[in-house]
């Protein structure tokens, strides 16, 4: 985020406080989230409770259409409903021109996403034993049954939908308005941050200033 913001690393300790500056997490770590209200006009918002932001809504809120300077979405995207597009476009419209998305889903170096559900639309989750079944029915009418799900941290809004492609990741970005899209690949020794592995890395994208 600080490079994106600031064109250079800096740890969030050492930020000026820079109350002019407007940000929203998406459930974000509290760990971080308390520092960045302290450093910034910053709002962590949820899905399952206030303040509320579901990302994926095509009727977002009109109060927050081009209001803040960065989002902070860490491994969200991966959990949102088809058609994802619309939670990109949604952090598009959400930043003010010249604003950041930082964003982390889990992602591979596939071409393609991976949909793990790609019929989804009328589903819930049922509980069996000790494990949980996803039960959807398809626009057709064909009902489908789903175990072995994946979740992170918890049942619920936390199922993963998908593993991201990383070129059509960027695509999707691209195609909601997205500029400068940057993929962190650098390890920073310097804070301690290094990436083992080429894939799932940071990225940041810009919403042009014009």
Excluded at 150 to 168: K, L, N, Q
């Amino acid at each position: 985020m600080s490079v994106a913001l600031f064109g250079r690393t800096i740890a969030l300790p050492e930020m000026e406080r820079r109350p002019d500056t407007k940000g929203l997490g998406l459930t974000d770590c509290e760990d971080y989230a308390s520092r960045l209200a302290e450093k910034f006009t910053y709002v962590n918002t949820f899905y399952h409770q206030e303040p509320r932001l579901d990302i994926s809504d095509p009727e977002i809120s009109f109060d927050l259409l081009d209001s803040q300077d960065f989002i902070i979405s860490s491994d969200v995207f991966e959990h949102v409903t088809n058609p994802v597009d619309i939670s990109f476009r949604n952090a598009w419209r959400i930043l003010r021109h010249g604003g950041v998305l930082v964003l982390t889903v889990p992602y591979g170096l596939q071409a393609e996403t991976i949909e793990h559900f790609p019929d989804l639309y009328d589903f819930h989750l049922v509980q069996r034993n000790d494990t949980y079944v996803l039960k959807n029915t398809t626009r057709t009418g064909e009902v489908q049954e789903f175990d072995n799900l994946i979740f992170h941290g918890g049942p619920g809004a936390t199922v993963e939908m998908r593993v991201f492609g990383e070129s059509d990741l960027i695509e999707r970005l691209s195609k909601a308005g997205f500029k400068d899209i940057t993929v962190y690949r650098e390890p920073d020794f310097e804070h301690g941050i290094w990436w083992p592995e080429p894939w799932s890395l940071p990225i940041s994208a810009r919403k042009p200033e014009h």
